[in-house]
């Protein structure tokens, strides 16, 4: 790790992440980056609403980068902070489910190696990714990996009143109790201006790849293209879904026949019985207008690799626009 230039770099800590486990995680990161040199202002406040408000200070003064050291939560509040201006939001994950760092690249479960990567891309300009904005009756928000407005949802609501087991197991637990409830909901998407209309027990609309600590839920999805993956799974028994599960949380599941990806740029859901997430963060019920904004945020993660597997329809697992 070696630096050309001293940074002006802010970093947000979540001292609670993983339930406190990767508490320190936040010194280690503040320590490296002045042991190389970079002038760093360590943000941690009692709660996320008032980290919020400092980092957003932070920012308003215009430093080289905004680091968050958590899980999704807090790389949401950075991308919350960050989109559409030119600050870029470097990433140390330490919460449970890193979804976000998996699709960036950024190492997940390894302190050292994630801030290793960090120094590394602040010697790089930041990539430029696209960024997803949720509008809905009192509200907005943007997320940068993957919404949720199905059952995920549901397993989500539910591994957020968890105290146990702390890590991303939590989810694994979660989706079998919701499991026993399993039961499909009427959808009305509205995808650049044309309107689908389906049953389904499942649905998520990805920047990123994956949800719930690496379920690759929408395996195809780049997060620098201009556009969202619609995912749906149709209605299913419980056996049936069971079944395909364990293929989402590979991939796998792109061709199975009880699911269908729409491309979008704009993407409307509504329906009944459910509230959307966002990052883990929780939104508000349905209707929500999703729109992807291209070029909205920069990142500190490593340069993205050409995509090895083949094309079809777009590309592997997706369907034309509005099909």
């Not at 979660?174 to 499991?179: I, K, R, Y």
């Not at 792109?254 to 966002?278: N, S």
């Not at 939104?283 to 993205?304: F, K, N, T």
Request: aromatic content about 4%; proline content about 7%; overall charge positive.
């Amino acid at each position: 790790m070696t630096t050309t230039r001293p940074r002006r770099l802010v970093v947000a800590i979540n001292p609670t992440a993983s339930f406190g486990r990767g508490s320190e995680v936040g010194p280690a990161v503040v320590s490296t980056l002045r042991g190389l040199g970079h002038d760093v202002v360590a943000l941690t406040e009692p709660d996320v609403d008032q980290l919020r408000d400092s980092a957003a200070a932070a920012v308003a003064r215009r430093p080289d980068a905004l680091v968050v050291v958590g899980g999704d939560g807090m790389v949401n509040l950075g991308v919350n902070v960050l989109a559409g201006t030119r600050v870029p939001l470097g990433i140390v994950p330490s919460g449970t489910g890193n979804d976000t760092a998996r699709t960036l690249g950024i190492p997940v479960g390894d302190a050292e190696a994630a801030i290793r990567s960090l120094a590394d891309c602040l010697e790089r300009a930041p990539r430029v990714i696209d960024a997803a904005h949720v509008r809905w009756a009192g509200g907005e928000r943007w997320y940068a990996c993957m919404l949720s407005a199905g059952f995920d949802a549901i397993v989500n609501e539910r591994a957020n009143r968890m105290t146990w087991p702390r890590g991303a197991s939590r989810y694994t637990i979660a989706l079998l109790v919701e499991l026993a409830r399993l039961r499909s909901r009427r959808y009305r998407f509205v995808v650049d201006g044309v309107v689908v209309e389906r049953d389904s027990v499942l649905v998520s609309v990805g920047n990123g790849v994956s949800l719930g600590g690496g379920m690759r839920v929408t395996p195809g999805a780049l997060v620098d293209d201009g556009v969202l993956d619609l995912f749906i799974v149709h209605p299913l028994s419980r056996l049936s879904f069971a079944r395909l599960f364990p293929k989402v949380f590979s991939g796998s599941h792109v061709d199975d026949p009880h699911v269908t990806f729409i491309l979008g740029r704009r993407i409307r859901i509504e329906a009944e019985g459910v509230v959307v997430y966002a990052d883990g963060e929780r939104l508000a019920p349905p209707p929500v207008d999703i729109e992807c904004v291209p070029g909205a945020l920069r990142v500190l993660a490593p340069a993205s690799a050409p995509d090895p597997r083949p094309r079809r329809a777009g590309r592997p697992g997706r369907r034309a626009r509005g099909t």
